[in-house]
């Protein structure tokens, strides 16, 4: 579910989720599915989404409250959100608490992917340069500081860093860094050593003398790259 491509699509409706999940799967997208608004944020403490496609109706927690929940933390995941409300000032205030764009139902399935595919362009690769509090990364260049001061990483530290910045704010698995970035399409004991002490390498670089941690273990679950004052 750490991977690329990932989906999250949150609808209470179980016809239109089993609609919208068909058709996504059917143009290759990796789909996770729930219907409720807290098994949705126990899905997102956990794991790393590409897009999210989120009803804003739902049991437990709505649809805006778990975008606002996003934001605050600093993740930027894209959100498509749906709803029968078609008011101005409803569509005005689910764009101001964060979401990217706004589907109305009912809609044509078409539509929807075509919107998935555009939320999806706006976030693919082509970000140079992306800032996570006071860390810069520069991938053209291959140049990292931190509130201002320049910092050497080797080429393996520089691809890691990289990937966390690019999935800022959510958490990433060990078995997600091996197979991107060592190619491995399985998890072993040996390349999860590897991976550990790349990390550790690379919070001793870009954290210490720091008050605000950016690189942090999440117990059990892998990794994230956010602001934590210490």
Known sequence: MDSLGAT????????????ICAALEAEKYKVVATHSGDRALSLL???SFDVIVLDWMLAGRTGIQIIEWLR??????PVLLLTARD?????????????DDYLVKPFAIDELLARVRVLLRRTDDRATHRRVADLDVDSINRIVQRAGKRISLTPR???LLWYLVRHAGKTVGRATLARDLWNEPRRA????????????????KIDEGHAAKLLHTVRGVGFTL???NA
């Open 8 to 19: 999250l699509v949150v609808e209470d409706d179980h016809k239109t989720a089993r609609a």
């Open 45 to 47: 403490e956990r794991h």
């Open 72 to 77: 605050k933390k600093g993740d930027r995941t």
């Open 87 to 99: 008011a101005v000032a409803d569509r005005v205030r689910g764009l101001d608490a964060g979401a």
């Open 157 to 159: 530290e520089f691809d």
């Open 189 to 204: 004991t040996p390349i999860d050593n590897v991976i550990d002490v790349h990390i550790a390498h690379l919070r001793r």
């Open 226 to 228: 956010r602001e934590m």
